[in-house]
Structures are given as structure tokens and as C-alpha cells.
């Protein structure tokens, strides 16, 4: 009983988050980025065609990886802000007053929220980012090495920041969660780029701020090997020394442990998101 239950309340919250605003803004930002890629690739060639094959590549992957984290800050727009509304707003509105007076347990309640809205945002990260990659195999030729593994990764990094805001929006307000998610999320970035830097003058200290950032918030790892995967592997052995720590370059992909760590850290905020709102007054 317990296990349908949760399955219906996924249903319910996909339908519900296919149905708000929010969407309609996701679906049109995604088609202005493609639309923008897609002129922006169609000109590499056109501009630059004397570039070598090497070259070609490094620009291609490069372009690449700038736009996908573009869709990536999309996702995470997307899912922080829907995240706030399924818990804090059905709590403030007295929906889920209704919803829980019948013999429905509150950790199911967010289980079933948490499933809908990973199956959501891993959705959309997967249809934009394989529309991506087509755009780019289309108009450069240029296919990345394991697109699997790195639209898995962007749809993780979404999982992870829905989780995040599925807590916060237990503790305060929708519009507050979604903000502290997405600036958690910006931050997190800056201080992996910080971390790339300090990698690159061979200064530990400031390569710290990254590796602890990315332990707290697992959302800037999961992009770098994400990264990772959508380049060309020998990019790296040729252009080591001109692009080390370049933003848009990942010299490594992730470990198992990390991915690990990755999903240890969904478990334990998503049991959280449970024991806060169990302990919540409605």
C-alpha cells in the first residue's frame, strides 16, 4: 500500500510540475539556448576553417561544455523552483493538511514528491542535452566520447539540487528555497573554478576550496565529469599547458567513490527532508 502510494504521489507531482508556469519558461529558454548554439556551431567552421583537426575539436568541445553548463543552470532554475512550491507552497496553501488527514505517512509524501521530480528534471536534462548533441554532430561533425555517462551525470546534478531545495522548502518559504538553492549551486561553481585555478598555480590551499566545496554540494563534481565525458579524451594531451584550469575543461572524470558519496549525500538530505517535515506543524 505504502509502495503505490508513493508511485501515485510521483504521478500526481510530474502532472503538477508539467503544468505550472515554470515549464513554459524552462521550454522557451531551452529553444533560445538551442537556437543560439546552433548558429553559434554553424559558424565555427565558416570563420575559422583553417583551424587543424585538433583545433577543431578543442573549440567544438569547448563551445560544447559552455553550453551544456548553460542547460545545466537551466535545470537547476527549474528544479529549485519547483522543488519550493511542492512542499512549502501545498503546506502554506493547506493542501497538504487535506492530503495527510487521510492515512498517508509524511516520508511517503516526500518520497513520492522527490521520485516525481527526479523523474522531471532528469528528463528535461536528457532531451536537451541529446538535442545539444545532435545540434553540434550536425553542423561540426563532433560527437563526444561517452554522452551517456555525461547526460547521466547533468540529470544526478539535477537530482541533487531538487533534493537540496526539497529540504529547504521544508524549513522556509518557496520563493527563500529556491534563492539559497540556485545561489548554493552558483557558489559551488565559483569555488570549483577557484579550485581549478589553484590547481593550476600548484597552490593547495586554494585547490582545497574546490575539493571541499564539491564534498558539501555535490553539484559542481557531478558537472565536472560531465565535462569530462563530452570531450575528446586527447584534447587534454595536446593542449595540457595553454588550458590548465580552464573552466570549461575537466582533466579527469569522477571516481566511483565520489559518485558514491554523490548518492550517499541525496539518501541522507532526502531523510532529512523527511524528519524536518514530519516534525513540521501544519
Known sequence: MTARTVLTIAALTLQEAARRRVLRSLA????????????????????????TSGEAKLTAALVLNLVMFGLSLIAALGTAFLAGPTMAGETESGIAL????????????????????VAFGSGFVVVAGLAQLLIVQTTTGYWPPDPVT???????????????GLLLSTAVSPMASGIVAVGLFGSTWIAGVVGGVGRALNNESVERVGTVSRMLLPTDGL?????????????????????????????????????GWAGLWVFLVLALAALSFQRRDM
Not at 150 to 164: D, I, P, W, Y
Open 223 to 259: 558537472w565536472r565529469g560531465a565535462m569530462n565525458s563530452f570531450q575528446d579524451p586527447t584534447l587534454l594531451t595536446q593542449f595540457s599547458e595553454a588550458f590548465k584550469g580552464h573552466p570549461f575543461l575537466s582533466p579527469t572524470g569522477l571516481t566511483g567513490t565520489y559518485i
Open 98 to 117: 487535506a492530503v495527510l488527514a487521510r492515512p498517508v505517512r509524511r516520508w511517503a509524501v516526500v518520497l513520492g514528491k522527490w521520485l516525481g521530480l
Open 28 to 51: 522557451v529558454l531551452t529553444v533560445v539556448l538551442l537556437g543560439l548554439s546552433a548558429w553559434g556551431f554553424s559558424r565555427i567552421d565558416s570563420e575559422f576553417g583553417g583551424m
Open 150 to 164: 555525461g547526460l547521466a551525470l547533468l540529470a544526478g546534478q539535477a537530482a541533487v539540487l531538487l533534493t537540496l
